[in-house]
């Protein structure tokens, strides 16, 4: 029997409200019979029928859609035996552009001038009455600055944080809210709006009212009766302000304070005004995943220390704890702390969150209650209260990350792979809050644009990342520079550079502008994420390959601009000093020229840009020759050794045949001779393992990934890791850490992704899952045998539907069960070197394969 596993309006399955004006409607088909394949399939939208052939998605074409309207999709799929399925799946139109029938509200009474602080929470109310029965009612709600609301005492919705982290001056979200069943004949609305990134002190320069001076809200209530009459109640001078609600202060970075006792009722509430923003962006309906509390945790331990009662979660994440206190007395005092790491005494590592306060200080009520802030996350593992005995207290966490779809799963025989694979998944989550953030701890936990360019193929395979990453795009396309280069930090959001670096065109870092529309579009196949991005790429290659061209003879492909104007071989263990790092820029940026020259080749000839298509591919082999004319003897072997300057030119295919074996060769020495530890930084760990095993030393691969000896990934896990952390050596084996303030600006943190992207290599070749054409409608499935892994299994929900392969090794036979979903094919490639083609189904094969003794 044919059925519709998922039928999707913009990524979703329900609950799409979009300022899309030609939404793409995607399905995926399961089926019983082996071989199925779609045939056709219709889709119908507001009168309006789409007749595809094989394909699985489409944009609406059809009339224009109304704002604030409910459709229905109707699909019927049919496969290539003549069965059919059938599915709806409703969406809802947002203002789609149509100005809000509301004004900007603040409190203009209010000036806040601090540098470095936060504002006060404002709170705004309104009471209203509604006369007749309500048939459905939303509130469309932006802010400056972040909001939570409430309606007749009822938290509205379920989201943090929102309208969300985006590029100020140009995006803003506003979020819509069903609240039909929430409404009743006499209603108040309150509003609590905290600094968050609009207004509030972020980045670690502690850089406040990026946006607007103090906060503003934007709402309407639009409520359609059952009469059909309409009415909307907007934001006005009708409505009150205050600054003393509960929340006294709110920051991403030094945590909430929050009053008990305090009750609005006995507030001084005035009259809001009507606030003129200093920004005037484009308003649209919230288009990234909702950032919501996740499945609660309770503590692995609590032990007594000092005055503090310190609770472990056992895992370090992103999130909030929620504090339940019995008979507590009026005015007590409860102070939460976090780390992510424990002193040698039990109390808490604070020392790697710099400025950040991390800290919650709730002052109690009389009686029983509990607390969970809601206008600020942490990054932490460790939790230290003060003010409260432990038999009065229950305390539990909720993980704190953008609702992004898990699509993935990994595992082997190698139970540390396996705690990597979770370490990877922890991380992600932990950095996935509304915007790719490199850390969600210290006083950063900024959209860093390298870390997300070395990182979004394995984020690819865990998680849907579809409407997380191309929010985040609309801003890279809305932050590029005049001059083509991307900020470091996206949204910029009063940084973009550090002051020691001009405007300019990043390697790697800028790279995401390229590798992350990349990353997605190998995913699920939409063209249309090169397309909205290609402007971008095509002016950011053009501004590299300016910055790289101020050489003569040999070197007018190499990019050496001074060594402070890039992060080159970003915290790469093997040299202890950021200078070092940096300093091997000419490297990275010059195999980063060649990178993304020709991926944009690649793309142009996709989109039929043919003369691009040309000009970029020669622009990336000019550089290649250059990087083998300048910094190798032209024999495969690098003047100045070190692994990053030989994974880049192995991976990105920049060395003629005979001089890449050499160059392997010559990789594997210099692996040999550092004990198979990584010595790359963030342009090079994501590519090592590939560079060595593509190249035939699949045994190499499997050593460095299986080193247990630091620095490795290995070598964390074997601390205790439950997250991927930013420097290698982050804990000894005393679980301290050995780094303290060496020149870095005490940049350890515990929970950054960039080096868990060796992800891509686990999927890929460990458990062989590889999309050979965009979207997986061509699957190749070639599992890597080595490392003496007797099994490894992994699968990915993709758009088409779930491919899996699973495979073990045992007395000389190999044996894999594969999965193959309706609409895609698969080449199989077992270890013997055989060839199987696959159609949609479960199949399963096996070969003669001696299983290798080094492991
Ligand atoms: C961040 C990194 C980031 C880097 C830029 C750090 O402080 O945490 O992950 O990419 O700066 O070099």
């Given at each position: 029997?044919?059925?519709?596993s998922?039928?999707?309006?913009?990524g979703?399955a329900?609950?799409?409200?979009?300022?899309?004006r030609?939404?793409?409607?995607?399905?995926s088909?399961?089926?019983?019979?082996?071989?199925?394949?779609?045939?056709?399939?219709?889709?119908t939208?507001?009168?309006?029928?789409?007749?595809?052939?094989?394909e699985?998605s489409?944009?609406?074409?059809?009339p224009?859609?109304?704002?604030?309207?409910?459709?229905?999709?109707?699909?019927?799929?049919t496969d290539?035996?003549?069965?059919?399925?059938?599915?709806?799946i409703?969406?809802?139109?947002?203002?789609?552009g149509?100005?809000?029938?509301?004004s900007?509200?603040?409190?203009?009474?209010?000036?806040?001038?601090?540098?470095g602080?936060s504002?006060?929470?404002?709170?705004?109310?309104?009471?209203?009455?509604?006369?007749?029965?309500v048939?459905?009612?939303r509130?469309?709600?932006t802010?400056m600055?972040?909001?939570?609301?409430e309606?007749?005492?009822?938290?509205?919705?379920?989201?943090?944080?929102?309208?969300?982290?985006?590029?100020?001056?140009?995006?803003?979200?506003?979020?819509?809210?069903?609240?039909?069943?929430?409404?009743?004949?006499?209603?108040?609305?309150?509003?609590?709006?905290?600094?968050?990134?609009?207004?509030?002190?972020?980045?670690?320069s502690r850089?406040?009212?990026?946006?607007?001076?103090?906060?503003?809200?934007?709402?309407?209530?639009?409520?359609?009766?059952?009469?059909?009459?309409r009415q909307?109640?907007?934001?006005?001078?009708?409505w009150?302000?205050?600054?003393?609600g509960?929340?006294?202060?709110?920051?991403?970075?030094?945590?909430?304070?929050?009053?008990?006792?305090?009750s609005?009722?006995d507030?001084?509430?005035?009259r809001?005004?009507?606030?003129a923003?200093?920004?005037?962006?484009?308003?649209?309906?919230?288009?990234g995943?909702?950032?919501?509390?996740?499945?609660?945790?309770?503590?692995?331990?609590?032990?007594?220390?000092?005055?503090?009662?310190?609770?472990?979660?056992?895992?370090?994440?992103?999130?909030?704890v929620?504090l339940?206190?019995?008979?507590?007395?009026e005015?007590?005092?409860?102070?939460?702390r976090?780390?992510?790491?424990?002193?040698?005494?039990?109390t808490?590592?604070?020392?790697?969150?710099?400025?950040?306060?991390?800290?919650?200080?709730?002052?109690?009520?009389?009686?029983?209650?509990?607390?969970?802030?809601?206008?600020?996350?942490?990054g932490?593992r460790?939790?230290?209260?003060?003010?409260?005995?432990?038999?009065?207290?229950?305390?539990?966490?909720?993980?704190?990350?953008s609702d992004?779809?898990?699509?993935?799963?990994?595992?082997?025989?190698?139970?540390?792979?396996?705690?990597?694979?979770?370490?990877?998944?922890?991380?992600?989550?932990s950095?996935?809050?509304?915007?790719?953030?490199?850390?969600?701890?210290?006083?950063?936990?900024?959209g860093w644009?390298?870390?997300i360019a070395?990182?979004?193929?394995?984020?690819?395979?865990?998680?849907?990342?579809?409407r997380?990453?191309?929010k985040?795009?609309r801003?890279?396309?809305?932050?590029q520079?005049?001059?083509?280069?991307?900020?470091?930090?996206?949204?910029?959001?009063?940084?973009?550079?550090p002051?020691?670096?001009?405007?300019m065109?990043?390697?790697?870092?800028?790279?995401?502008?390229?590798l992350?529309p990349?990353?997605?579009?190998?995913?699920?196949?939409?063209?249309?994420?090169?397309?909205?991005?290609?402007?971008?790429?095509?002016r950011?290659?053009?501004?590299?390959?300016?910055?790289?061209?101020?050489g003569?003879?040999k070197?007018r492909?190499?990019?050496?601009?001074?060594?402070?104007?890039?992060f080159?071989?970003?915290?790469a263990?093997?040299?202890?000093?950021?200078?070092?790092?940096?300093?091997r820029s000419?490297?990275?940026a010059?195999?980063?020229?060649?990178?993304?020259s020709?991926?944009?080749?690649?793309?142009?000839?996709?989109?039929?840009?043919?003369?691009?298509a040309?000009?970029?591919?020669?622009?990336?082999?000019?550089?290649?020759h250059?990087y083998e004319?300048?910094?190798?003897d032209?024999?495969?072997?690098?003047?100045?050794?070190f692994q990053?300057?030989?994974?880049l030119?192995?991976?990105?295919?920049m060395?003629?045949?005979?001089?890449?074996?050499?160059?392997?060769?010559?990789?594997?020495?210099?692996?040999?001779?550092?004990?198979?530890c990584?010595?790359?930084?963030?342009?090079?760990?994501?590519?090592?393992?590939?560079?060595?095993?593509?190249?035939?030393?699949?045994?190499?691969?499997?050593?460095?990934?299986?080193?247990?000896?630091c620095?490795?990934?290995?070598?964390e896990?074997?601390q205790?890791?439950?997250?991927?952390?930013e420097r290698?050596?982050?804990?000894?084996?005393n679980?301290?850490?050995?780094?303290?303030d060496?020149?870095?600006?005490m940049?350890?943190?515990?929970?950054?992704?960039?080096s868990?992207?060796?992800?891509d290599?686990?999927?890929?070749?460990?458990a062989?899952i590889?999309?050979?054409?965009?979207?997986?409608?061509?699957?190749?499935?070639?599992?890597?045998?080595?490392?003496?892994?007797?099994?490894?299994?992994?699968?990915v929900e993709t758009?088409?539907?779930?491919?899996?392969?699973?495979?073990?090794?045992?007395?000389?036979?190999?044996?894999?069960?594969?999965?193959?979903p309706?609409?895609?094919t698969c080449?199989?490639?077992l270890?013997?070197?055989?060839?199987?083609e696959l159609?949609?189904?479960?199949?399963?094969?096996?070969?003669?394969?001696?299983?290798d003794?080094?492991?």
């Open positions: 029997m044919l059925t519709i998922r039928f999707t309006c913009e979703l329900k609950g799409c409200v979009t300022d899309e030609r939404p793409r409607l995607a399905f088909l399961e089926s019983d019979r082996a071989g199925a394949k779609p045939a056709s399939a219709t889709i939208v507001n009168g309006h029928q789409m007749v595809l052939g094989s699985q489409v944009r609406y074409d059809g224009e859609l109304a704002p604030r309207t409910t459709y229905t999709a109707h699909l019927v799929a290539d035996a003549g069965e059919t399925a059938e599915a709806d409703a969406f809802e139109t947002g203002l789609l149509a100005p809000f029938d509301a900007w509200i603040s409190d203009a009474a209010y000036t806040f001038a601090d540098k602080a504002p006060v929470p404002m709170v705004f109310r309104r009471t209203l009455e509604l006369s007749k029965p048939a459905s009612a509130i469309y709600a802010a600055g972040i909001f939570d609301l309606l007749n005492g009822r938290r509205v919705g379920d989201e943090l944080f929102a309208p969300g982290f985006t590029s100020y001056k140009t995006n803003l979200q506003y979020v819509t809210y069903d609240v039909t069943d929430q409404l009743a004949e006499k209603n108040e609305l309150l509003a609590t709006v905290a600094g968050g990134w609009a207004v509030g002190a972020f980045i670690y850089v406040n009212r990026v946006a607007a001076d103090r906060q503003a809200l934007l709402l309407q209530l639009c409520v359609t009766y059952e009469d059909g009459s909307t109640f907007g934001t006005d001078e009708g009150e302000v205050t600054e003393d509960p929340v006294r202060y709110a920051e991403f970075y030094d945590g909430e304070v929050y009053d008990a006792r305090v609005l009722e507030a001084t509430w005035r809001a005004a009507r606030e923003l200093r920004v005037s962006p484009r308003l649209t309906a919230a288009c995943d909702p950032v919501r509390l996740h499945d609660r945790m309770e503590p692995v331990s609590v032990t007594h220390v000092g005055d503090q009662l310190v609770f472990d979660f056992g895992q370090n994440f992103a999130g909030v929620e339940r206190l019995r008979g507590a007395a005015g007590q005092v409860v102070r939460v976090h780390a992510e790491i424990l002193k040698p005494d039990g808490l590592n604070t020392d790697f969150l710099r400025s950040a306060k991390a800290e919650l200080v709730y002052t109690c009520k009389a009686g029983d209650q509990s607390f969970c802030p809601t206008l600020t996350y942490m932490f460790y939790v230290g209260v003060e003010g409260a005995d432990e038999k009065d207290l229950a305390l539990c966490a909720y993980p704190v990350f992004v779809r898990e699509t993935g799963t990994f595992a082997c025989s190698n139970d540390k792979v396996n705690r990597l694979q979770q370490n990877i998944q922890w991380s992600s989550r950095n996935f809050v509304d915007i790719p953030t490199d850390c969600p701890q210290r006083d950063e936990r900024m644009t390298g870390d070395v990182f979004a193929p394995t984020a690819c395979y865990n998680f849907d990342m579809g997380f990453l191309r985040w795009l801003d890279v396309r809305a932050e520079l005049r001059g083509g280069g991307i900020p470091n930090t996206v949204p910029a959001n009063g940084f973009g550079f002051t020691t670096m001009p405007s065109a990043i390697d790697f870092w800028g790279d995401a502008c390229v992350v990349w990353a997605l579009y190998q995913a699920e196949g939409d063209e249309e994420v090169l397309r909205e991005n290609y402007d971008m790429m095509c950011y290659v053009d501004a590299c390959r300016f910055w790289a061209s101020f003569v003879g070197y492909y190499i990019w050496h601009t001074p060594s402070f104007l890039h080159g071989d970003w915290v263990p093997d040299v202890p000093k950021m200078s070092q790092w940096q300093g000419k490297w990275t010059t195999a980063s020229l060649q990178h993304t020709s991926l944009v080749a690649q793309v142009a000839q996709i989109l039929g840009r043919g003369e691009d040309r000009r970029y591919a020669e622009l990336s082999q000019n550089v290649s250059a004319d300048v910094f190798t032209g024999a495969g072997k690098l003047k100045n050794e990053t300057a030989y994974v030119p192995i991976h990105f295919g060395l003629g045949e005979s001089n890449t074996e050499r160059a392997v060769d010559n990789l594997v020495k210099l692996v040999e001779k550092g004990d198979y990584i010595g790359t930084g963030f342009p090079g760990t994501p590519y090592i393992l590939f560079a060595l095993a593509d190249n035939g030393r699949a045994d190499v691969a499997y050593k460095m990934l299986l080193n247990t000896k620095p490795s990934w290995l070598y896990v074997a205790g890791a439950t997250t991927i952390w290698w050596d982050g804990l000894d084996e679980g301290q850490c050995p780094i303290g060496d020149g870095t600006d940049m350890i943190s515990y929970n950054h992704y960039a868990g992207a060796i992800g290599f686990l999927y890929k070749r460990v062989g590889e999309a050979a054409e965009p979207g997986y409608r061509r699957v190749r499935v070639a599992p890597l045998v080595g490392g003496g892994l007797t099994w490894a299994s992994g699968s758009v088409l539907g779930r491919v899996s392969s699973s495979w073990k090794l045992a007395d000389g036979t190999f044996e894999i069960d594969v999965e193959v309706v609409g895609a080449e199989l490639l270890p013997d070197g055989t060839m199987q159609g949609s189904g479960s199949h399963h094969a096996s070969c003669a394969c001696q299983s003794e080094e492991a």
